[in-house]
């Protein structure tokens, strides 16, 4: 009866946040454009106000990655980070009504030549990108813009809430590719064999069997192996792309070079090599827009397991664990690598 309850409860409080999110949309869709971001930035100093556990996740992970910042700049930066999600969110909302001149006229695109490219090749491009400044725009101008991308998420806990930000990505063409979907490893391939563009968020904390150790910000950060096995699979570019918001409060659109990729015969020091390369180039973007990552994710919060002294690099035991710059991680163990679950959704 409780368990019942408490499932009652949540579909409830799911519901309830659905209302509050369609009702904000709508509502925010009825006004002038800088009239809906500053509500949006007023939505992200209220939420910074009232968030306490994430405000302070915000400023002990920004101080973990700039020791030598001032208390000051770190609160300063953790304000502008909730400001930015704030403005984000809004602008999210509109672009269930704004036409593509509109959204158009938001962005300037830079790099747009790596990707001609790279597409010229024939083998489709892997986008590894963040959630920095407005990402969700990102997918949505690429797609205006001719090049159909779809981007690999994870759907929200809450269904109706997630159909609602569905229909919002789907007005201006983007698709996404469900994680949590059993043609997802299908559809990623068929797009790349198309000629498309899947773009991944490679920012995120995984979980030790999901992932490698890599340095981010000179810390071992756990992340997702799946961009490097599906590269080296698929023979696909990959290319740093971001947005982020400029002073004037248009975005800026940035496409980097393709990331040089390790192939030798040692596939899995390969796929750490890789991973490491494209979190390095999301710590150089982050770096440069540090109020504008989404700093309430706790990165770091996996952590490799202390290695006992006794345990040797020679040791047949170590040789299963994948590492870089000193960072120890663990394999799988009784799972099926991401790199065979390809394999055999797409033979």
Not at 181 to 203: K, Q, T
Not at 314 to 331: H, I, Q, T
């Amino acid at each position: 009866m409780g368990r019942r309850r408490r499932r009652n409860k949540r579909g409830l409080l799911a519901r309830l946040t659905y209302a509050g999110a369609l009702l904000l949309y709508l509502i925010l869709n009825g006004m002038p454009h800088r009239v809906a971001l500053n509500i949006g930035e007023w939505g992200g100093w209220l939420l910074y106000g009232l968030d306490r556990r994430h405000r302070r996740l915000v400023q002990e992970q920004l101080r973990m990655a700039f020791p030598d910042w001032p208390a000051s700049q770190v609160t300063r930066t953790a304000r502008q980070c909730y400001l930015n999600f704030g403005r984000s969110a809004a602008e999210f909302a509109r672009l269930g009504r704004a036409d593509r001149d509109t959204i158009l006229g938001w962005v300037t695109m830079e790099g747009r030549e790596h990707l001609d490219r790279a597409l010229a090749g024939g083998r489709g491009v892997l986008f590894v990108t963040a959630h920095l400044g407005n990402w969700e725009l990102l997918a949505v101008v690429c797609n205006l813009l001719g090049y159909r991308l779809f981007p690999v998420a994870r759907p929200l806990d809450n269904p109706w809430l997630n159909r609602l930000i569905d229909r919002i990505r789907s007005r201006h063409g983007s698709r996404i590719i469900s994680k949590k979907a059993d043609s997802a490893p299908r559809d990623l391939m068929r797009a790349l064999r198309a000629g498309d563009c899947v773009g991944i968020l490679l920012d995120q904390n995984m979980a030790p069997y999901d992932g490698v150790f890599v340095n981010f910000f000179g810390r071992p950060a756990c992340t997702t192996k799946g961009l490097a096995l599906i590269a080296r699979r698929t023979g696909a570019p990959v290319l740093p792309a971001f947005i982020a918001r400029e002073a004037d409060g248009r975005h800026r659109v940035i496409v980097l070079p393709p990331v040089q990729l390790s192939r030798t015969n040692d596939v899995q020091r390969d796929i750490v090599t890789n991973t490491s390369r494209c979190t390095a180039v999301i710590e150089q973007m982050v770096r440069r827009y540090p109020d504008q990552w989404l700093w309430m994710h706790r990165r770091w919060k996996t952590q490799p397991p202390p290695v006992p002294p006794s345990v040797s690099s020679s040791s047949p035991s170590a040789s299963n664990d994948l590492s870089v710059d000193g960072l120890p991680g663990r394999a799988s163990e009784g799972r099926q690598t991401p790199e065979l679950q390809i394999s055999r959704d797409v033979s």
